[in-house]
């Protein structure tokens, strides 16, 4: 049976396959879930990389386990060359590691003993993600049962720290960047929303956290002596305060680099749907910054670079009063970046900023920067995959243009499209993390009609 | 014998009874250092008050053992009066408590078993401050031995909580005011410097202690949302920064009431004699606040109000990066203060600033307060105790018009000079604390001829 809502001539074959494989497919998702890929503990990851490169190879694929060394869990790469359509090429880009399982007696059956109830496939990576490993390899199957070719050429490319901030992808891709070179790249997430419509996610914000610290005598002193020795927590407060006024960052030429939004993301942010009481009840406040509504909440997640401090530390933290002076100050802060900004060139304008305002001595500790992402809503996979929801779900899907969050999409040169995913009370990182077995087969059709569609333009 | 310096023929009589009197004394201070009188722990506080009110006894006095009960250490009180000269008072305030003695390994002779050699007395409480317990009681003998009178009646008040802050000195003042009344107090303290100088301290800073708390959301939340939820850490921050710029304190009216120094008062910090090179080493630091020397060193230590960041904490403050949006943040600010300003108005200053300057939902924890007190060196006590070290050390006192730090000197409301203090290596609080033998008998007799010039005056 096809899909419901499917037109299109040229995908019953594969919707039919798709539905056929189900058994299969969902006895191979057993198989991974019960093996455990903790890449916290690195329990289990070896053997996972191992199972999934195995069923690469079954599936007919040219594979290599990448590994770094060094503590790096492998990544597992595998390619199918496209008989009718070599020109073009798409990227699956999943990972098979899992969190963990962790607190072991919420669960209602053992997280690595996968079980079916009310139409979900419970188990620790059900939904986050070895469903769309096994499930995104499987259409590979479903195109050449039906077809007898895939409509381009296929990469998979499963990395095995996605849970622990892909630590090493940087490391793989700029070691191996053919492996990762292709047209387009569709990505694991997404969820469905209560009215059925499934989400495509084509962004996601850059990063640069930072530590400064301020420091002046060599131990903590009696308060009393603040008459004559400068504080270093008050120099801290005051170099923070020149950071930022209101909402906007003060550091100069820190908005240099932002790239707007086009009128279509402005449009498409506009139709997103979101709901502020269940943000406000959530978080228990009353009102967001402002007392912002609406479309400016919505835009605000998906393009304001922020300045958040995360973190302050100094002198006495414990109960009540100690009159000390202390020696140092610290402050963590997280920017939050939008294309086309550049971690590389903020973190030098941070450093003259301080410097020009009088705080040379206030010490950056550490860095850590990634890049924003931000696939355009007109790219062919984009519209590519509009369109394919329309078929298979009968709408458009919600399209965010940015996650208010970063990740490595930015790692990725070609256009990146999150789809597929079918996250609903799916309590991912949580115990009794489930699937939705019919969402998650849907979504397999719907990227299947994505990238017929992709092909085919 | 009486000192090498004494001229005054009045006097001889009493500095020889003080020194004939020495090994006695001695015995005395051994004595009381053996009863362990642990304010911080409560050990022996009740049998050291005991202790001392038999020795005012002894000493012919007409004694009391108050005590609030609930925890109070004992107030030993015991007065003494004069038959030539009942119309003048002067009140001794000591305590019998003493510091914690760990860590005991490093002590080279037991805390509690007092010890002599190289003409020290070492023991636990030896200089601070049960020497001072016993040495200014034997000055009724010393005087009545060679007058048969004392100069003025006496008072003697010992606390027992000295070392915790003087917890219910106030409670004390208050139930039994006319316990303290007195036309002049003698206080402990004072060191003798390099040169044999002996110190005078006519004043104490005050303090207000604050802590402050800015929060919003019920939990710490994913950094990313900071878009659109108002970070507690930048309100604080924020609200800090309207406190003070550079080292003025902005809130309205802080400045109202602090009194000004006199030109003498002036001059006197102008002669204090004080090492730059020793606090910038003991610190580790290269310069105080804007290069500020001499001076204007010793004056914002005795008189300039200050506003310190004891504690800042908010959010993550462990290793590395964590992006959290904090729920809270928290500041312990410690105001020190001068005459006449007062904690219960500036308490009120403060909240009206953090309300007009748009903070009105930062919550002020708690506060405790102390005020400043300042003796005029113009005042008898401190012009009898100026004119005694002269004949009693050759030379002038150094005239400290004001600690740098806080303490309850300002509950008496008579002048207070703290005066004949031996301290000069004393280790005091320390492991080996100890006794300078001769400068302590020195001492005393400067605070005999202090009484005796105040009580002719």
């Given at each position: 049976?096809?899909?419901?809502?499917?037109?299109?001539?040229?995908?019953?074959?594969?919707?039919?396959?798709?539905?056929?494989?189900?058994?299969?497919?969902?006895?191979?998702?057993?198989?991974?879930?019960?093996?455990?890929?903790?890449?916290?503990?690195?329990?289990?990851?070896?053997?996972?990389?191992?199972?999934?490169?195995?069923?690469?190879?079954?599936?007919?694929?040219?594979?290599r386990?990448l590994?770094l060394?060094?503590?790096?869990?492998?990544l597992?790469y595998?390619?199918?060359?496209?008989?009718?359509?070599?020109?073009?090429?798409?990227?699956?880009?999943?990972?098979?590691?899992?969190?963990?399982?962790?607190?072991?007696?919420?669960?209602?059956?053992?997280?690595?003993?996968?079980?079916?109830?009310?139409?979900?496939?419970?188990?620790?990576?059900?939904?986050?993600?070895?469903?769309?490993?096994?499930?995104?390899?499987?259409?590979?199957?479903?195109?050449?049962?039906?077809?007898?070719?895939?409509?381009?050429?296929?990469?998979?490319a499963?990395?095995?720290?996605?849970?622990?901030?892909?630590?090493?992808?940087?490391s793989y891709m700029e070691k191996f960047p053919e492996l990762f070179k292709?047209?387009?790249?569709?990505?694991?997430?997404?969820?469905?929303?209560?009215?059925?419509?499934?989400?495509?996610?084509?962004?996601?914000?850059?990063?640069?956290?930072?530590?400064?610290?301020?420091?002046?005598?060599?131990?903590?002193?009696?308060?009393?002596?603040?008459?004559?020795?400068?504080?270093?927590?008050?120099?801290?407060?005051?170099?923070?305060?020149?950071?930022?006024?209101?909402?906007?960052?003060?550091?100069?030429?820190?908005?240099?680099?932002?790239?707007?939004?086009?009128?279509?993301?402005?449009?498409?942010?506009?139709?997103?749907?979101?709901?502020?009481?269940?943000?406000?009840?959530?978080?228990?406040?009353?009102?967001?910054?402002?007392?912002?509504?609406?479309?400016?909440?919505?835009?605000?997640?998906?393009?304001?670079?922020?300045?958040?401090?995360?973190?302050?530390?100094?002198?006495?933290?414990?109960?009540?009063?100690?009159?000390?002076?202390?020696?140092?100050?610290?402050?963590?802060?997280?920017?939050?970046?939008?294309?086309?900004?550049?971690?590389?060139?903020?973190?030098?304008?941070?450093?003259?900023?301080?410097?020009?305002?009088?705080?040379?001595?206030?010490?950056?500790?550490?860095?850590?920067?990634?890049?924003?992402?931000?696939?355009?809503?007109?790219?062919?996979?984009?519209?590519?995959?509009?369109?394919?929801?329309?078929?298979?779900?009968?709408?458009?899907?919600?399209?965010?243009?940015?996650?208010?969050?970063?990740?490595?999409?930015?790692?990725?040169?070609?256009?990146?499209?999150?789809?597929?995913?079918?996250?609903?009370?799916?309590?991912?990182?949580?115990?009794?993390?489930?699937?939705?077995?019919?969402?998650?087969?849907?979504?397999?059709?719907?990227?299947?009609?994505?990238?017929?569609?992709?092909?085919?333009?």
């Amino acid at each position: 049976m096809p899909s419901r809502y499917s037109s299109s001539n040229s995908m019953i074959g594969v919707y039919e396959a798709i539905d056929r494989n189900k058994t299969k497919t969902l006895e191979k998702i057993k198989e991974i879930i019960r093996q455990p890929s903790i890449a916290a503990t690195g329990l289990g990851i070896r053997e996972c990389a191992t199972l999934v490169s195995g069923m690469m190879q079954v599936a007919g694929a040219s594979t290599r386990v990448l590994d770094l060394g060094d503590g790096a869990s492998p990544l597992v790469y595998g390619d199918f060359r496209s008989k009718s359509n070599p020109e073009k090429t798409v990227l699956f880009f999943n990972h098979y590691d899992v969190q963990p399982p962790e607190p072991l007696d919420l669960w209602e059956t053992p997280p690595f003993e996968p079980q079916e109830r009310d139409g979900k496939l419970f188990g620790r990576g059900a939904n986050d993600d070895k469903a769309d490993v096994v499930g995104r390899l499987g259409l590979v199957d479903a195109f050449t049962e039906a077809t007898n070719d895939i409509p381009c050429n296929f990469k998979f490319a499963y990395e095995g720290e996605e849970e622990i901030g892909s630590a090493h992808l940087k490391s793989y891709m700029e070691k191996f960047p053919e492996l990762f070179k292709a047209d387009a790249v569709i990505w694991e997430g997404g969820a469905i929303d209560p009215k059925g419509r499934p989400e495509m996610l084509l962004g996601s914000k850059g990063i640069m956290y930072v530590e400064l610290l301020a420091k002046n005598a060599k131990t903590d002193s009696h308060s009393s002596i603040a008459a004559i020795v400068e504080n270093p927590a008050w120099r801290l407060v005051r170099a923070l305060n020149t950071l930022k006024k209101d909402e906007r960052i003060t550091i100069p030429g820190w908005y240099d680099d932002v790239r707007p939004f086009t009128k279509k993301e402005l449009d498409l942010i506009r139709k997103q749907p979101y709901d502020e009481s269940a943000i406000k009840n959530d978080l228990g406040i009353k009102q967001l910054i402002g007392g912002m509504r609406g479309f400016e909440v919505k835009k605000s997640l998906a393009g304001k670079p922020t300045c958040t401090i995360c973190g302050l530390v100094s002198g006495y933290t414990g109960q009540g009063a100690k009159a000390v002076l202390p020696k140092e100050a610290r402050a963590k802060i997280d920017f939050r970046l939008v294309p086309d900004q550049d971690p590389e060139d903020l973190i030098v304008k941070l450093r003259m900023h301080l410097k020009k305002q009088g705080f040379p001595d206030i010490e950056i500790l550490f860095s850590e920067g990634e890049k924003a992402a931000r696939t355009s809503p007109d790219s062919e996979i984009a519209r590519a995959a509009n369109e394919a929801a329309k078929d298979v779900y009968g709408k458009p899907p919600i399209v965010k243009v940015s996650a208010a969050g970063s990740g490595p999409m930015y790692l990725f040169k070609s256009p990146v499209a999150a789809i597929g995913g079918a996250g609903r009370f799916s309590r991912a990182h949580a115990p009794n993390e489930n699937l939705d077995i019919h969402w998650f087969f849907t979504g397999l059709k719907w990227i299947a009609n994505t990238i017929n569609l992709y092909s085919n333009s």
